[in-house]
């Protein structure tokens, strides 16, 4: 270990890149093949199980259930809420078709152009338009009241300048959303 610590990048030259390696080092995670994206190794994602649990238990003692939502969300949904979106709008992934054929020409697979969606789907950055579309079913007077919901998941923010476990393509995420 002493010897892997040596090769370390020194902090006070490139922090990014010590973050990065040490890491890296400890076994945490590592890039993915997609770029931005990572792989939680086994002791890394020992400790978002840790932290999930704690917080977990702390919501619940709350009142707080957890709840999923999906990861698709209408584009249509933030357009109603474009200001809400307008901070991360240039990080949305989009889904446009849902289906792949094989290329006539046998070079893999291509998207299928009959299979466009008639609503293109944004990839969850964050689930509020989603959540709130939900709820408004969900509340016909204020004896449905309170909903105390929590959502454990994953969100796609096609990020700029990714480094692992702090700025990530996808990442796992909590959020609670009470009315």
Same mark, same amino acid.
């Given at each position: 270990?002493?010897?892997?610590?040596? #090769?370390?990048?020194?902090?006070?030259?490139?922090?990014?890149?010590?973050?990065?390696?040490?890491?890296?080092?400890?076994?945490?995670?590592?890039?993915?093949?997609?770029?931005?994206?990572?792989?939680?190794?086994?002791?890394?994602?020992?400790?978002?199980?840790?932290?999930?649990?704690?917080?977990?238990?702390?919501?619940?003692?709350?009142?707080?259930?957890?709840?999923?939502?999906? @990861?698709?969300?209408?584009?249509?949904?933030?357009?109603?809420?474009?200001?809400?979106?307008?901070?991360?709008?240039?990080?949305?992934?989009?889904?446009?078709?849902?289906?792949?054929?094989?290329?006539?020409?046998?070079?893999?697979?291509?998207?299928?152009? #009959?299979?466009?969606?008639?609503?293109?789907?944004?990839? &969850?950055?964050?689930?509020?338009?989603?959540?709130?579309?939900?709820?408004?079913?969900?509340?016909?007077?204020?004896? #449905? @009241?309170?909903? @105390?919901?929590?959502?454990?998941?994953?969100?796609?923010?096609?990020?700029?300048?990714? &480094?692992?476990?702090?700025?990530?393509?996808?990442? @796992?995420?909590?959020?609670?959303?009470?009315?």
């Amino acid at each position: 270990m002493a010897k892997e610590l040596k #090769d370390l990048t020194k902090s006070d030259e490139n922090y990014s890149q010590w973050y990065n390696d040490l890491v890296v080092k400890a076994g945490l995670a590592e890039n993915s093949a997609v770029r931005g994206c990572m792989v939680i190794k086994p002791y890394g994602y020992a400790i978002w199980e840790k932290m999930h649990d704690a917080l977990d238990r702390m919501f619940k003692e709350t009142g707080h259930q957890n709840a999923y939502f999906p @990861l698709f969300i209408p584009k249509s949904f933030f357009s109603k809420e474009a200001h809400h979106v307008e901070g991360f709008a240039k990080e949305c992934a989009v889904v446009t078709h849902y289906r792949l054929k094989n290329d006539p020409e046998g070079k893999g697979v291509v998207v299928d152009p #009959d299979a466009k969606l008639e609503e293109e789907l944004i990839v &969850r950055p964050t689930s509020e338009t989603i959540i709130w579309n939900t709820y408004k079913n969900w509340i016909q007077s204020y004896r #449905d @009241l309170p909903i @105390l919901c929590n959502q454990w998941a994953n969100v796609v923010r096609w990020e700029m300048r990714t &480094r692992l476990f702090l700025r990530t393509a996808e990442f @796992l995420w909590q959020e609670g959303h009470t009315a």
